[in-house]
């Protein structure tokens, strides 16, 4: 009589395809797709990251982990487990709620916040780069060109 092998070692595709495993909400194990939550949360973090001014690799050794897998958070390819989420919480000064403003409950879409957006984040941050006198002049070309538009669509 063979023993019983409880765990298989596979020996070609055929069987790893096989022996993939499905979640309860039908995601392969072996090859997931972010989820907007995931995305939503890791786009809070590089943005918060980068408001607070210190590398993946800094954020990374306050928390306990290498710069790769902040990375991997920051781009929604690793879910952050609970308490990882707590500890970049206290890293960061932020409360848990931070990471998940802008979700709407009950909707699998991230909601389209203004404020969560990268373009938002690089405008404002070039903005305050600039001197006060090229930014008032700035405002008033972007006020223009807004009224412009609105008297072009008018029409």
């Known amino acids: 009589m063979q023993p019983l092998n409880f765990y298989p070692s596979p020996g070609n595709d055929k069987e790893r395809e096989q022996m993939k495993h499905t ?23 590089h943005q918060k990251r980068q408001q607070v001014g210190i590398s993946q690799g800094a954020l990374g050794r306050m928390v306990g982990v290498n710069f790769q897998q902040i990375q991997k958070y920051e781009n929604g390819h690793n879910r952050i487990s609970a308490s990882r989420l707590w ?12 990471f998940f403003k802008g979700l709407n409950p009950g909707d699998k879409r991230v909601s389209d916040d ?14 305050y780069g600039m001197p006060e ?3 008032k002049l700035l405002l008033e070309l972007v006020k223009d060109m807004a009224q412009m538009t609105d008297l072009a669509g008018a029409n």
């Open 133 to 135: 006198s090229q930014r």
């Open 87 to 98: 500890s970049i919480t206290k890293a960061l000064d932020v409360p848990v709620s931070y």
């Open 23 to 45: 979640s309860k909400d039908g995601q392969s194990g072996t090859a997931r797709r972010a989820r907007p939550v995931d995305v939503h949360v890791g786009e809070r973090l």
């Open 114 to 127: 203004l404020f969560a957006r990268h373009e938002t984040f690089a405008l404002l941050t070039a903005w």
